[in-house]
């Protein structure tokens, strides 16, 4: 178990890891649709009203695009050995624990809530009254998103530390770079695009 | 059978061969000869080597033969290089 969850690149041929990805990211992104999720930027979630088939897999396809072309130039400064296939899966693999945040959207629940609470906030900021069950809701989302976020981080330097081999504090600092670029690449794209 | 050890269990230092002898008539050669620089390796990365030689020198089947990733083989070849390079 402790090699799936953490050690996956260690252990595993880049054929079943790519294949583990594009299935995995495939069946997140119709849960994606199902749930209303849009993955609008590499480290982004959001709960909509209406979605369209197309566009969780089109979201997901550019977040994994930009993070993979990023932490691949990176990589190759630190390791000229390093190649995208490793980089590619790593992008891929990371990703698919943090795609079950979608369900805290299930019955739309936390799109609704959102939506209630900017309404008021925007329109009638003194009528802004949460009940518990929602701020216990919210605090519950907020937890599990920050756990999804920082496993998801976990497995892509994981990822990126075993195609490059990288030691030391530079890697690290590309490494932070490169997520910095390509959420802001990722976002831009989605904005233009999808 | 006994490791052979190559750091000086004192001060760290890189030991040295001072006398070898023969099993068979019991000639013994002494004086000061250097360790080769695969033998100052690690018992691990020795046996990494020789599996690596054994294999064709193919990472790919070192990497089936392990049940560890490609990259993983290669950084452990890489890692290998580096200390052999240090020496």
Same mark, same amino acid.
């Given at each position: 178990?402790?090699?799936?969850?953490?050690?996956?690149?260690?252990?595993?041929?880049?054929?079943?890891?790519?294949?583990?990805?594009?299935?995995?990211?495939?069946?997140?992104?119709?849960?994606?649709?199902?749930?209303?999720?849009?993955?609008?930027?590499?480290?982004?979630?959001?709960?909509?009203?209406?979605?369209?088939?197309?566009?969780?897999?089109?979201?997901?396809?550019?977040?994994?695009?930009?993070?993979?072309?990023?932490?691949?130039?990176?990589?190759?400064?630190?390791?000229?050995?390093?190649?995208?296939?490793?980089?590619?899966?790593?992008?891929? %693999?990371?990703?698919?624990?943090?795609?079950? %945040?979608?369900?805290?959207?299930?019955?739309?629940?936390?799109?609704?809530?959102?939506?209630?609470?900017?309404?008021?906030?925007?329109?009638?900021?003194?009528?802004?009254?949460?009940?518990?069950?929602? %701020?216990?809701?919210?605090? #519950?989302?907020?937890?599990?998103?920050?756990?999804?976020?920082?496993?998801?981080?976990?497995?892509?330097?994981?990822?990126?530390?075993?195609?490059?081999?990288?030691?030391?504090?530079?890697?690290?600092?590309?490494?932070? #770079?490169?997520? #910095?670029?390509?959420?802001?690449?990722?976002?831009? #794209?989605?904005?233009? %695009?999808? | 059978?006994?490791?052979?050890?190559?750091?000086?269990?004192?001060?760290?230092?890189?030991? =040295?061969?001072?006398?070898?002898?023969?099993?068979?008539?019991?000639?013994?050669?002494?004086?000061?000869?250097?360790?080769?620089?695969?033998?100052?390796?690690?018992?691990?990365?020795? =046996?990494?080597?020789?599996?690596?030689?054994?294999?064709?020198?193919?990472?790919?089947?070192?990497?089936?033969?392990?049940?560890?990733?490609?990259?993983?083989?290669?950084?452990?070849?890489?890692?290998?290089?580096?200390?052999?390079?240090?020496?």
């Amino acid at each position: 178990m402790k090699k799936i969850l953490f050690q996956a690149f260690n252990f595993y041929s880049e054929k079943r890891l790519l294949t583990i990805g594009l299935l995995g990211t495939i069946a997140a992104s119709l849960l994606g649709f199902v749930l209303h999720a849009r993955f609008d930027g590499v480290l982004d979630v959001h709960f909509v009203k209406s979605i369209k088939l197309y566009e969780p897999l089109l979201d997901n396809l550019i977040n994994i695009f930009s993070i993979t072309l990023f932490i691949f130039i990176a990589g190759k400064i630190v390791n000229s050995k390093t190649r995208l296939i490793d980089i590619l899966n790593a992008s891929l %693999i990371a990703r698919l624990p943090y795609y079950l %945040i979608s369900l805290a959207n299930i019955n739309g629940y936390m799109a609704d809530l959102s939506e209630r609470m900017l309404g008021l906030a925007t329109q009638q900021p003194e009528a802004l009254q949460i009940n518990p069950l929602d %701020i216990t809701a919210i605090l #519950i989302f907020a937890f599990a998103f920050l756990l999804l976020l920082i496993y998801y981080m976990y497995l892509l330097y994981k990822g990126y530390q075993v195609a490059t081999n990288a030691k030391g504090a530079l890697p690290i600092g590309l490494f932070v #770079i490169a997520v #910095i670029l390509a959420e802001v690449i990722s976002k831009l #794209i989605i904005y233009f %695009i999808a | 059978m006994a490791q052979l050890p190559v750091k000086c269990p004192s001060c760290q230092h890189t030991l =040295e061969v001072s006398e070898l002898s023969c099993g068979n008539c019991e000639t013994k050669i002494s004086g000061i000869y250097g360790l080769p620089a695969l033998m100052q390796l690690s018992v691990e990365d020795q =046996e990494f080597i020789l599996a690596f030689v054994l294999s064709g020198g193919s990472l790919k089947k070192m990497a089936t033969q392990l049940g560890k990733s490609y990259p993983t083989v290669r950084n452990m070849l890489d890692d290998i290089i580096e200390q052999l390079n240090a020496k």
